[in-house]
């Protein structure tokens, strides 16, 4: 499967910016989601997901109020919805399926990342 982002770029603090990711080759409509974020040489850290079915979401304390995460099954789509940005939030974000049970906040649970999308955030 593959997955490519779209929507990053720069933004003045308080901004706004909507990520989308387009997915294909897998049937995304049975996958939860997730969006992370990467600076060079550092880890990488959950953002948001959301489940399948359900679409029950989860989110890092960060994001928590300012973001959303959504997504349309029949685009096979998955969206991040970026309000009141700030210099904190800038880095590469990457969306991801989950292919391993477990915690939708652990990276190593996802699979099929896709090539990222940069976010950067000044004034």
């Known amino acids: 499967g593959q997955l490519v982002e779209s929507g990053g770029g720069l933004v003045q603090p308080g901004g706004s910016l909507k990520l989308s990711c387009v997915a294909s080759?897998?049937?995304?409509?049975?996958?939860?989601m997730g969006w992370f974020r990467q600076a060079p040489g550092k880890e990488r850290k959950f953002v948001a997901a959301?489940?399948?079915?359900?679409?029950?979401?989860y989110y890092s304390d960060s994001a928590k109020g300012r973001f959303a995460i959504s997504r349309d099954d029949a685009k096979n789509t998955l969206y991040l919805q970026m309000n009141d940005l700030n210099p904190d939030d800038a880095d590469q974000y990457y969306c991801?399926?989950?292919?391993?049970?477990?915690?939708?906040?652990?990276?190593?649970?996802?699979?099929?990342w896709g090539q990222g999308t940069q976010v950067t955030v000044s004034s």
């Open positions: 080759g897998f049937p995304f409509k049975n996958y939860a």
């Open positions: 991801a399926a989950q292919t391993r049970t477990g915690t939708l906040d652990y990276p190593d649970n996802y699979g099929n």
């Open positions: 959301i489940t399948s079915l359900s679409r029950k979401t």
